[in-house]
């Protein structure tokens, strides 16, 4: 790397990639495959406990949503906040799958404390150094995305932020960047995260959901970063996305993620892995 040298961060020779539990016996960074799914949003109870079903059904690992919304224009639903935080927690217990969402700012992470098992930093924030330093102090697992305009060099060192601070339980995403061609929403750099992975000591999942934007390619792209030997994917899944109140042409139904969840253990042993076998421990979804 040129410029400021990551340090923690970084793969030392022969050093095994970072092994970070999000609770309930889940393991991403195990050499086997972790899937992270739900809604962009949570929108209500229903919504809630169908998406959670859902993908618990299928054989997701974790449960994703978003109670606070980062969106381009304030006009847009900016999410349901504590409450939506309540919803998802219940639904964790519920189907003993940890929970992960999207932390904005300081202020809201003594309230997400209390329901949340992984943190998310979206690309808006992976610049806001602030907030990285004080996640550090959590000690509670981070999603760490990388910006839609962020060098790989700059993504490494917004992680080091949260190393430096004493938490090493830091998972990369990539979620895709902005190129000059806007035909998709984001350009997915597959080969990027192929380097951190070498790289790096942390593991890293692929977000093929935000990278493209269009649905009948979350499914292929999800597909090339298991080959590409990611270790893991968050992918958005709605009971109804044809409703969304966020992102709902990228969000898969029920159904394609299933069939999604029945393709992947082929590919995967293809190139001698598996799916994440998670422990049968005690219900997670919340505070622990």
């Given at each position: 790397?040129?410029?400021?040298?990551?340090?923690k961060?970084?793969?030392g020779?022969?050093?095994?990639?970072?092994?970070?539990?999000?609770?309930?016996?889940?393991?991403v960074?195990?050499?086997?495959?972790?899937?992270?799914?739900?809604?962009?949003?949570?929108?209500n109870?229903?919504?809630?406990?169908?998406?959670?079903?859902?993908?618990?059904?299928?054989?997701?690992?974790?449960l994703r949503?978003?109670?606070f919304?980062?969106?381009?224009?304030p006009?847009s639903?900016?999410?349901?906040?504590?409450?939506?935080?309540k919803l998802?927690?219940?639904?964790?217990?519920?189907?003993?799958?940890?929970?992960?969402?999207?932390?904005?700012?300081?202020?809201?992470?003594?309230l997400?404390?209390?329901?949340?098992?992984?943190?998310?930093?979206g690309?808006?924030n992976?610049?806001?150094?602030?907030l990285?330093?004080?996640?550090a102090?959590?000690?509670?697992?981070?999603?760490?995305?990388?910006g839609?305009?962020?060098?790989?060099?700059?993504?490494?060192l917004a992680?080091?932020y949260?190393?430096d601070?004493?938490n090493?339980?830091?998972?990369?995403?990539?979620r895709?960047?902005r190129?000059?061609?806007n035909?998709l929403?984001?350009?997915?750099?597959?080969a990027?995260?192929?380097?951190?992975?070498?790289?790096?000591?942390l593991?890293?999942?692929?977000?093929?959901s935000?990278?493209?934007?269009?649905?009948?390619?979350?499914?292929p792209?999800?597909?090339?970063?298991?080959?590409a030997?990611?270790?893991?994917?968050?992918?958005e899944?709605?009971p109804?996305?044809?409703i969304?109140?966020?992102?709902?042409?990228?969000?898969?139904?029920?159904?394609?993620?299933?069939?999604?969840?029945?393709?992947l253990?082929?590919?995967?042993?293809?190139?001698?892995?598996?799916l994440a076998h998670?422990?049968?421990?005690?219900?997670?979804?919340?505070?622990?």
């Amino acid at each position: 790397m040129s410029g400021q040298q990551a340090r923690k961060v970084m793969r030392g020779a022969g050093e095994p990639t970072v092994k970070v539990s999000l609770g309930g016996g889940v393991i991403v960074g195990d050499g086997a495959f972790t899937v992270i799914a739900g809604p962009c949003a949570l929108e209500n109870a229903d919504q809630v406990d169908k998406s959670a079903a859902a993908v618990k059904n299928a054989g997701a690992h974790a449960l994703r949503g978003g109670a606070f919304k980062p969106r381009t224009s304030p006009y847009s639903f900016q999410g349901l906040g504590e409450m939506g935080l309540k919803l998802m927690a219940e639904q964790g217990k519920k189907h003993r799958l940890p929970i992960v969402s999207e932390v904005m700012d300081v202020a809201q992470l003594e309230l997400m404390m209390d329901y949340v098992d992984v943190l998310q930093i979206g690309a808006r924030n992976m610049h806001n150094f602030s907030l990285l330093r004080e996640v550090a102090k959590t000690h509670r697992p981070v999603v760490l995305k990388r910006g839609f305009g962020a060098t790989l060099e700059e993504w490494l060192l917004a992680a080091e932020y949260i190393l430096d601070g004493g938490n090493d339980q830091v998972i990369l995403c990539e979620r895709g960047i902005r190129s000059f061609d806007n035909t998709l929403r984001n350009t997915l750099d597959l080969a990027g995260m192929a380097w951190v992975k070498e790289r790096s000591r942390l593991p890293v999942i692929v977000d093929p959901s935000h990278s493209t934007g269009v649905r009948s390619l979350v499914v292929p792209m999800a597909l090339a970063a298991a080959a590409a030997g990611a270790d893991g994917i968050m992918v958005e899944v709605h009971p109804t996305p044809e409703i969304a109140l966020c992102d709902g042409p990228q969000a898969l139904t029920p159904a394609m993620f299933g069939q999604l969840m029945k393709t992947l253990p082929a590919l995967l042993a293809a190139t001698g892995r598996e799916l994440a076998h998670p422990e049968a421990l005690a219900a997670v979804g919340g505070a622990r």
